[in-house]
T-cell receptor, first 110, second 112 residues
């Protein structure tokens, strides 16, 4: 039981490049989330998925797209990376209340 | 505006000492409040979750309190250990939504 896994762990991009952050959970949770964590700020919700096939915008969705491929997987895509997207990205899943977080992806956009 | 504020921003204590971290919130309608521990380079891990009717909840050396009237919570750490060095994040959720409002955390360092 691996919990929530994220790939890659680290990534460096140039401005304008695209990439997809992968997230998978093996706990059979319906809800999944993508957050970003920046210094001096609380985690901010980018996108949320209540169940397979549904996604909703969070607090900071601009510049991102998501895909809930199936119950296990929830990916985050940056179509044209910008330096403002330099951050640590966390994926989380939850059955109802408590969220379980992945280890994070550290992204640097130059 | 829904907000969660934590204090202090950072704290240094000696191993074996106790400490208390504070969380004030203005989230409405209130659903529950959680405390998470985040080790450096890791994702947050849940310590406790408290609903409106709960005043105190313990998890080993961690004890959380909630005063729903004053909209304040605290996390008390007893007999601190080096492994308690981490950021502690207060998170409040609003009823009927998926929204979780995160505080900026208190960074705790425990020295030998």
């Amino acid at each position: 039981n691996a919990g929530v896994t994220q790939t890659p762990k680290f990534q460096v991009l140039k401005t304008g490049q695209s990439m997809t952050l992968q997230c998978a959970q093996d706990m059979n949770h319906n809800s999944m989330y993508w957050y970003r964590q920046d210094p001096g700020m609380g985690l901010r919700l980018i996108y949320y998925s209540a169940s397979e096939g549904t996604t909703d915008k969070g607090e900071v969705p601009n510049g991102y797209n998501v895909s809930r491929l199936n119950k296990r997987e929830f990916s985050l895509r940056l179509e044209s990376a910008a330096p403002s997207q330099t951050s640590v990205y966390f994926c989380a899943s939850s059955p109802q209340e408590t969220q379980y977080f992945g280890p994070g992806t550290r992204l640097l956009v130059l | 505006k829904n907000q969660v504020e934590q204090s202090p921003q950072s704290l240094i204590i000696l191993e074996g000492k106790n400490c208390t971290l504070q969380c004030n919130y203005t989230v409405s309608p209130f659903s529950n409040l959680r405390w998470y521990k985040q080790d450096t380079g890791r994702g947050p891990v849940s310590l406790t979750i408290m609903t409106f009717s709960e005043n105190t909840k313990s998890n080993g050396r961690y004890t959380a309190t909630l005063d729903a009237d004053t909209k304040q919570s605290s996390l008390h750490i007893t007999a601190s250990q080096l492994s308690d060095s981490a950021s502690y994040i207060c998170v409040v959720s609003a009823s009927g939504t998926y929204k979780y409002i995160f505080g900026t955390g208190t960074r705790l360092k425990v020295l030998a």
